[in-house]
């Protein structure tokens, strides 16, 4: 009979963790969290603030959880002994806790790993601990922090009748960092500006810098960062800017004009330091911007590998690896790739509020096949392992080594610049890639006169800020001191549930809805929207899990010298909206490149799920009934016909009856043309009218193939 039970969260980890640890075990689940606060007291808060202490009221979350309660209870009883492995971070702590409360366990012992092997696992379970309290009470703080905010908060958004459903004090600062971006975007007025050029037929090209008599600018600083989130890092080289056609055609005939020759040669070797193995935050940065996962996606996919035993766990803000992994990728890299093997270690800077005990994001077996690993899983999760994998090694490599040569031209006063970049030794990069193309300039002299092969200027123009992608948004978030590695996936998921925001062309941009809500909140509790201030929050919860604070003195302190207050005053702005209106935002469309056949101007991008292109077009300049539809068939956009020439269509044949039989009801199948992608195609159907109302009868198509008709459902017409 088994002696011990195991508590875990996830049902995934189940199986393994009873293959590791025998029959002497039961392994059972809580399936996440079991218990939430009530929906009970003042405004159905579930907890109360009475002077400095908190008295919460929690109750099991549905159902399920009673019932993963009740067979917790009955395992409990069959066993001498009750560990819980609960997952290694605040709220899993939070969770062992309310284990401890629903089963009536005295002083349980609570073990911690952060991968699920043989070895960890039973490392961990030789060296087991008491509940962490501190860690304990950060995350009942939270819970209590999140729903004081999202229920007191809340009902102020209600009162605006547009559909708003919630404030949060991670996701209204993070919504207001994505209203703030497009509102930057809406009011940007671009620039006209020139780029001006010379090519040498010695095989490169210069772009202005200046004129020799001007004083020049210092030179650019090598910042080294590794961007997660960036979709490429290739630099487009640009000249010095130019504002006014005529400037740049003078610079152009100046060019023309006087000889050219080498005035300046430098070069550099440039050692680019690995990256660290990955975080939450940069895991979701990477995913996103190498194989476009969401962020919950990616972290989906991270706990179905953190639970088959094949990374460590992968909600850590950490760049800490143990020594016996450091250790184990330094053999690989002796066995396959000796000349990547640095000298001294490479060190990595975890940020200050990084919980050191944990480990980043690795593989736990770096000699895994994966060759193997591609048979077993799914191409997802292969490709995300394999990220992991890459970047882990990348971390442990030698330094990458660029060459980096600037040669500086001169043509009468006229000076012009040339840089070149040549990988000399990849190091890191063989396993993680971030650096710019090769530009290879010939090999020049001092003083080298050269051939001008042409001179030329194109004009350009300023760019708003980008829109936020879903990676650039949780590393702004990370920066910021918004959220967690825990709470950046599920509240990009919550603005889109929310509608708050929506995609497009792979970036974040707030809809009416989200900017209205925000543009309020502005007004109503300008406090919570703002960075530093939601950080400060975050740093508190995090002093309260190192013991330098008290969870129930921090909240009712918090609430009684800015909550209370603020929502009282927040109230205000509601009456005097409901007299009068908060004014709408200006709603703000999409523009097209098809121009107003009335006048003249762009027509704007109305989103409609009835037609087929997801939208059609709007003069909203004053022509306010003029409106075109994309004709599929002739691939261009038309105003509405009337129905009169609706009905007459030229372009579709009249239907004509075959001697085929219906395969339901026997009555002749037509030949029915229809358009499709712009190309006229024919189908057979049943001929008559009531039955293809029928359902037995929506499967009747036959379509054209080159032995003859063909169905989905009814195979080859063969009579």
Known sequence: MPKRLLVVESPGKVKKLSQILGSDWIVRASCGHIRELSDEGEDSLGFIMEGSSVRCNYIPRDQRSKETIQQLKAAVKQVDEVVLATD?????????????????????????????????????????????????????????????????????????????????????????????????????????????WVDYAEGFRAFYKGTANSPQEAPEQETETHDDAAVNNTETPESKCVLSEAE?????????????????????????????????STL????????????????????????????????????????????????????????????????????????????????????????????????????????????????????????????????????????GQVVEFYGYARYWNNLSKDTVLPLLQQGQALTLENAAHEKKQTQPPPRYSEPKLVQLMERKGIGRPSTYAPTVATLKKRGYVQLAKDN????????????????????????????????????????????????????????????????????????????????????????????????????????????????????????????????KWELPRNKESRDKNPQIPPVKLTSYPCPVCKKPLEEYSYVKDGQNKTMLRCSAQESRQDKKHKDVAYFSTQKGWWSPKFGELNF
């Open 88 to 196: 290694p971070d605040r709220e899993g702590e939070t969770i062992a806790w309310h284990l401890k409360e629903v089963l009536g366990l005295r002083e349980p012992k609570r073990v911690v790993y952060s991968e699920i092997t043989a070895a960890a696992v039973r490392g961990a379970i030789a060296n087991p601990r008491k509940l962490d309290f501190n860690l304990i009470g950060a995350g009942l703080c939270r819970d209590c922090l999140d729903k004081l905010v999202g229920y007191k908060g809340s009902p102020l958004v209600w009162a605006l009748n547009n559909g708003a459903k919630s404030v949060g004090r991670v996701q209204s600062a993070t919504l207001h960092l994505i209203c703030q971006r497009e509102r930057e975007i809406q009011t940007f007025v671009p620039q006209d500006y020139w780029s001006v």
């Open 508 to 635: 974040l941009q707030p809809t009416d809805l989200g900017l209205e809500v925000d543009a309020f909140l502005q007004k109503a509790l300008p406090d919570l929207l703002e960075a530093e201030f939601t950080a400060k929050m975050e740093d508190a919860l995090d002093a309260i899990a190192l013991g330098k604070q008290g969870w129930q003195h921090y909240l009712t302190t918090w609430n009684q010298n800015y909550f209370a207050p603020a929502l009282a005053k927040a109230k205000t702005v509601v009456f005097r909206s409901d007299k009068a209106k908060v004014s709408p935002v200006e709603r703000k469309y999409e523009t097209s490149r098809t121009r107003c056949p009335h006048c003249n101007n762009f027509l704007a991008k109305i989103k409609s799920t009835k037609v087929k292109k997801k939208y059609f077009l709007k003069c909203v300049n004053g022509c306010e009934n003029t409106v075109l539809f994309w004709n599929e068939l002739n691939k």
């Open 284 to 419: 979701q940065q990477a995913a996103g911007s190498k194989l476009k996962f969401t962020p919950s996606h990616t972290m989906l996919l991270a706990q179905k590998l953190y639970e088959a035993g094949l990374i460590t766990y992968m909600r850590t803000d950490s760049v800490m690896l143990s020594p016996e992994f450091v250790k184990s990728a330094r053999q690989w890299l002796e066995q396959n790739d000796p000349q990547n093997v640095p000298q001294k270690l490479a060190k990595h800077r975890s940020a200050k509020t990084a919980q050191e005990a944990h480990e980043a994001i690795r593989p736990t077996d770096v000699f895994r096949p994966s060759a193997q690993l591609r048979q077993e899983l799914p191409a997802d999760e292969f490709n995300l392992y394999v990220m992991i994998w890459k970047r882990a090694i990348a971390s442990q490599c030698c330094s990458a080594r660029l060459r980096k040569t600037q040669v500086i031209t001169q043509s009468g006063q006229l000076l012009w610049q040339a840089r």
């Open 248 to 280: 740049a055609t003078r610079l152009v005939e100046e060019a023309r004009r006087y000889p050219h020759r080498v005035i300046q040669i430098e070069g550099k070797t440039v050692h680019r330091q690995p990256p660290p193995p990955f975080t939450t």
